[in-house]
Each structure stands twice: as structure tokens, then as C-alpha cells.
């Protein structure tokens, strides 16, 4: 199975949103199935076979996440992140200010 350390080596090369598919074919080769990143904290659960968890423990201070989201305007915002754009602590506060719990 993996471990954090792999995972943690593996996001390290991520610079902007244009490297993430990148990182998401690397993970699935290290046996990662599955994940949940949450935007309050940065914490992370990536899952694998058989009931495999490895957690990321929290990375910032709680954010506070909108209660309501505003799926057109993430959508755009998503874009530019995709596009390298932003780096990853603007793309987090901006899932916060949408309304995006979690992916």
C-alpha cells in the first residue's frame, strides 16, 4: 500500500493547477483509489484496496465554508486554477468563499 510520505512526494511537484493531473496519475500508480480533501482544515483521507486509509492531518487553520455555493463562479475559478493561474492556498479559500466543502 502507499503511504503519506508518497503522497506527500507526489504533491510536492505540483506547483499550480496544471500539474494536478500529473499528480493524480502518479497517486493511482502508488495505489490510491480514491480521496477526500476537505476545505475547512486541509486534512485529506486517500483510500485504497481493501479498506485502506491513509490520512493527511490538517494543514491551516479552519477555514469557514459558505453555506451556500456558487457553482458558476467556482466553475470559472476552477479554471483558472486549471490553467496555473492561482496557487493552491487561493484555490482553497476560494472553495470556501463557493460553498465547496469537499472534493
Excluded: R
Excluded at 52 to 70: G, M, Q
Aim: aromatic share 12%; hydrophobic share 40%; net charge neutral.
Amino acid at each position: 500500500m502507499f503511504t503519506v510520505e508518497q503522497i506527500n512526494a507526489a504533491h510536492s511537484k505540483v506547483k499550480s493547477g496544471a500539474d494536478f493531473p500529473a499528480y493524480i496519475k502518479e497517486i493511482k500508480s502508488l495505489g490510491v483509489t480514491h480521496y477526500e480533501a476537505y476545505v475547512t482544515d486541509g486534512h485529506i483521507d486517500y483510500h485504497g484496496a481493501n479498506d485502506f486509509t491513509a490520512k493527511v492531518p490538517v494543514k491551516y487553520d479552519p477555514l469557514v465554508i459558505a453555506e451556500t455555493s456558487n457553482a458558476e463562479k467556482f466553475k470559472t475559478e476552477l479554471k483558472a486554477h486549471q490553467q496555473g493561474k492561482t496557487d493552491f492556498l487561493t484555490f482553497i479559500k476560494m472553495c470556501a468563499t463557493f460553498g465547496i466543502e469537499k472534493w
